[in-house]
Nanobody, 114 residues
Framework: QVQLVESGGGLVQAGGSLRLSCAAS????????MGWYRQAPGEQRELVAT???????NYADSVKGRFTISRDGAKNTVWLQMNSLKPEDTAVYYC????????WGQGTQVTVSA
């Protein structure tokens, strides 16, 4: 059974930094793409950043220049370095892996106080 487990969320003041990690298990292949999505209360889940097996990245406009996604393809591990955090970054962050279909983690809460 494929499992994606996130870690690294928490409470931080505006302007601070957090680093999210996601490790996949139970999957013998390398995901075509991995990424991070987030969902704030009352909002739809939205893309934050993705990275392909070739290392190509894509970011939401709202996080460009502040967040950096990276991965270890061989280990199906992905990280999200979040700098200059803003209160509007507050959300549950979900790890995602894609290989024929989407696989999701349980989510980790990120709260940014003003």
């Amino acid at each position: 059974q494929v499992q994606l487990v996130e870690s690294g969320g928490g409470l931080v003041q505006a302007g601070g930094s957090l680093r999210l990690s996601c490790a996949a298990s139970g999957f013998i292949f390398s995901f075509n793409a991995m990424g991070w999505y987030r969902q704030a209360p009352g909002e739809q889940r939205e893309l934050v950043a993705t990275i392909t097996s070739a290392g190509n990245t894509n970011y939401a406009d709202s996080v460009k220049g502040r967040f950096t996604i990276s991965r270890d393809g061989a280990k199906n591990t992905v990280w999200l370095q979040m700098n200059s955090l803003k209160p509007e970054d507050t959300a549950v962050y979900y790890c995602n892996g894609f290989w024929g279909k989407h696989y999701w983690g349980q989510g980790t809460q990120v709260t940014v106080s003003a």
